[in-house]
């Protein structure tokens, strides 16, 4: 699966990053644990999860289709 | 009502625009928003760059025009928003509320802009010519947006 990454992630990280996601699907914790052990950047409290463009708690089921991004803090406009 | 702009922003189109799908109106608001030349330290800004999440930013634009609709006797909100690289003295923001009076549409477009700073689903890089910094809002804009909430 395909992960967006935006803001200051999306420049130091890339503004993609892909992940071979369990076939049941992992909570959003589980998917930062793995993610940051390679992109410590993902494992900041402000950096937030999103599922189809929402955002969401770490216990949060990601399920393979959906479109699942991390973000920093918002810069408002 | 909404749209984000990756293009140049053009604030006398977008009012006459504006203006021209009005019906029986008596009052329209509107705001511009210019990028600043220095940054809060009064350091030069070469350049700002608008990271946005396409989909995602515009429903936080929509869910603030919302906010004003629910608040304000307003009959029409308009909000353009810059994304992209944008340069100092550039317009960033066009944001307008129309009403049958004056307070209404004065009101609803000062929410929208306070909502926007704080609100708006963006990431801001500033551009110096010795770096460039992400940025959160400010307590000013967090100060400005909780007149809101109250």
């Known amino acids: 699966m395909t992960i967006l990454l935006f803001g200051r992630l999306g420049e130091t990280i890339g503004r993609e990053l ?8 992992c909570t959003v914790a589980a998917l930062r644990a793995a ?3 390679e992109h410590e950047a993902l494992a900041a409290e402000s950096v937030r999860a999103c599922i189809d463009q929402e955002i969401v708690p770490e216990s949060a089921r990601v399920l393979p289709g959906q479109e699942i991004a991390f973000v920093p803090p918002l810069s408002g406009g | 009502m909404v749209r984000l702009e990756a293009e140049e922003l053009r ?3 977008e009012l006459e625009r504006f203006i021209a799908g009005l019906g029986g109106d008596g009052a329209v608001v509107s705001f511009v928003g210019l990028a600043r030349p220095t940054d809060a330290a009064g350091e030069a800004v ?3 760059f608008l990271d946005a999440y396409p989909g995602m930013t515009e429903t936080s634009l929509e869910a603030i025009a919302a906010g004003a609709f629910g608040k304000f006797g307003i009959s ?3 909000i353009v928003h810059r994304c992209g690289a944008i340069a100092p003295g550039a317009p960033i923001v066009f944001a307008a509320a129309a009403a049958s009076h004056r307070r209404a549409a004065f009101e609803a477009a000062d929410y929208l802009m306070d909502r926007l700073k704080t609100d708006a689903a963006f990431w801001k890089r500033e551009e110096r010519l010795d770096g460039a910094t992400w940025i959160e809002p400010s307590d000013a804009d967090r100060a400005d947006r909780a007149r809101w909430s109250r």
Not at chain 1, 18 to 25: I, N, R, S, T
């Open chain 2, 76 to 78: 029409a909100v308009h």
């Open chain 1, 18 to 25: 892909e992940y071979e996601l369990p076939p049941g699907g």
């Open chain 2, 11 to 13: 604030p006398a189109e």
């Open chain 1, 35 to 37: 993610l940051a052990k």
């Open chain 2, 46 to 48: 070469t350049g700002l």
